[in-house]
Structure formats: C-alpha cells, structure tokens
C-alpha cells in the first residue's frame, strides 16, 4: 500500500494502464501513481509514480481534466486560482507548467470588459491541449453562472477572448473553443 495525498483526479492511458493524480507534502507536490491492472488477476497496483513540486496548493475544489497527452489541474476554490498542466504519460519528457499567472491576466482582462467580474467568479469546464473554457459568474451570483458569457483563454499564446453565448452555458459548442 501506498500514502497517497488528496486525490484530485485519474485517467487512462491504456487498456490496462490508469493514473491517479494527487496532492501530496501538504500541497506542495503534484503526484503522478502510474496503476498497472491485471485483469485476469482481478489485481492492480501502483508500479511506479513521478512527482512534480508546485507551489503551495490546497486539494479543495480541484478540477482535473485531460485531452490528447495534456492534464490539467486546476485549484478554483483558494485565491488567486492556481492551475498546473503536465504530461499525461508519466514517462514523457515535457515538464509540469504552472498557469496560475494566467489567472490573473484572465481577471485583468475581465476587468477592462466593464462587467462586474473576477477571476474569483470563473471556474473551468471545458479544456483542449492549447485552450481552456470557463463559465463567467456575475460577481452578485454565487452559485449559478451568467448563461450569456464564455472566457476562452489560449494556454500557449496567452491571449484571451469573451464570447457572447447565447441560452444554457452547458450547452456551450466546442467549436467556440477553437477560435
């Protein structure tokens, strides 16, 4: 057995091969538990682990999600909102980066909207390996989300966009992503 911190997430990468992600050392690791599954066994196990340092981060309100080799995790409840993406093939070489500063160019960026915003009133929920979506909340709102608004932010090249969204925002096309 081994001493896994707060789980956070897990994926596939193959048939017989899952990943757990957790937070570890008091949040100041992101921890990688490569599971191999022997179905024949009816038996899994971790065979081995990578462990990233990050910096401080509570496993409260965290989000996980994956597409085409690239994680993200993402803090949404501590202030300001940390956010990590990392390799999701534990053997890769390409490192763990911290996108949490895009957080608070998304709130600056949201400020000269002149809609009563922050970065506190967004949470992520859509994710491709360049581009992150998130809800936009009026900052008076503090459980639902405004249905009218979209911030797409470009992981890569930083550059932001709001977009007008018309009727349920979980509904959202992922065609919006990709501008």
């Not at 911190?5 to 949040?27: H, K, L, M, N, P």
């Not at 971790?46 to 597409?67: G, K, M």
């Not at 501590?78 to 608070?104: A, V, W």
């Not at 977009?163 to 992503?177: I, R």
């Amino acid at each position: 057995m081994y001493d896994a911190g707060e789980v956070v997430g897990f994926y596939s990468i193959e048939d017989r091969t899952a990943v757990i992600v957790d937070i570890c050392e008091g949040g100041r690791e992101l921890c990688q538990r490569v599971i191999g599954i022997d179905r024949s066994k009816k038996m899994a196990e971790c065979i081995l682990y990578r462990r990233h340092s990050i910096p401080n981060f509570s496993a409260e309100c965290v989000l996980t999600c994956v597409d085409k080799g690239l994680a993200l995790t993402v803090a949404y409840h501590e202030l300001p909102i940390k956010g990590l993406t990392y390799p999701m093939n534990h053997l890769s070489n390409c490192h763990l980066k911290d996108i949490s500063p895009l957080f608070i160019k998304a709130n600056e960026y949201l400020e000269r909207t002149g809609l009563e915003v922050t970065i506190t009133n967004i949470s992520p929920f859509s994710f491709s390996k360049s581009k992150l979506g998130c809800r936009v909340r009026d900052a008076d709102q503090q459980f639902g989300y405004n249905s009218c608004y979209l911030l797409v932010i470009d992981i890569m090249s930083e550059a932001m966009k709001l977009l007008d969204v018309p009727d349920a925002p979980f509904k959202v096309p992922e065609t919006l992503l990709f501008i």
